[in-house]
């Protein structure tokens, strides 16, 4: 596949500088983009995923342009930090179906596929549950499924393990590390990236740095303790 490319963009909201000149060939299995609170890492991910488009240059995944959301449906998934703010519906089974549904499954199929999943998952008493009972690490188990079901080839997470406990976050690594997909991770947390094929360093909406997390990791953290001087 041809990848991820972002050529020459920019991005920025009246007038003000979001990104600029963001050149990038993504075509690794794991990929890390690292950055402080502000440095642009999240406005990066919506201009992959096409929520924006960018306000200068282009951005392609696997050739298709991420802005068309039904060509963009089968190429990318993406996993918020809070799933709250990515379900939709009021049980497990229908959130499950929606994106099966969005690719024209019939409802009939979509539900068949829906139990098929829960079964193979060990949770067929999930079907109509309702998804306010479930507990907040399962509430993202359900929007990872709710994703792979959709069988995307990159999946875009947004600081995925930030507010799972410790038993949640080995669970969600796991299960992540299984994944045949290409895993695009953003995040303030070296630790979070140290096992990617390749790291971004984003710093005031530009790339600061590019290369295995080895390399990279190690200056940014001194980066880091050099600034938490003026931190507080």
Request: glycine share 10%; proline share 6%; aromatic share 4%.
């Amino acid at each position: 596949m041809d990848g991820i490319r972002i050529e020459g963009a920019d991005y920025a909201v009246q007038d003000v500088p979001i990104l600029t000149g963001i050149d990038l060939h993504l075509t690794e299995r794991r990929i890390g983009i690292l950055g402080r609170n502000g440095s642009g890492k999240s406005t990066l991910l919506r201009l992959i995923a096409g929520l924006i488009a960018p306000t200068a240059g282009h951005v392609t995944v696997d050739g298709a342009d991420p802005t068309d959301r039904r060509a963009a449906l089968r190429a990318l998934g993406i996993l918020f930090q809070n799933p709250d703010h990515q379900i939709i519906f009021p049980t497990v089974e229908e959130e499950l179906a929606f994106g099966l549904r969005q690719m024209g499954h019939p409802a009939r199929e979509a539900e068949a596929q829906v139990r098929a999943v829960l079964t193979a998952e060990g949770r067929t008493a999930w079907a109509g549950r309702l998804v306010h009972t479930l507990s907040h690490g399962q509430k993202q188990y359900l929007c990872l499924l709710a994703i792979l079901m959709m069988g995307p080839r990159t999946i875009l997470l947004d600081e995925p393990f930030a507010a799972l406990d410790l038993p949640s976050r080995i669970a969600l690594r796991r299960r992540l590390a299984a994944l045949p997909q290409r895993l695009i991770t953003i995040t303030h947390d070296p630790e979070a990236v140290m096992e990617c094929d390749r790291v971004l360093w984003l710093e005031g909406g530009r790339i600061q740095d590019d290369g295995p997390p080895a390399r990279l990791l190690p200056a940014f953290v001194a980066r880091m303790e050099h600034l938490a001087g003026d931190a507080l």
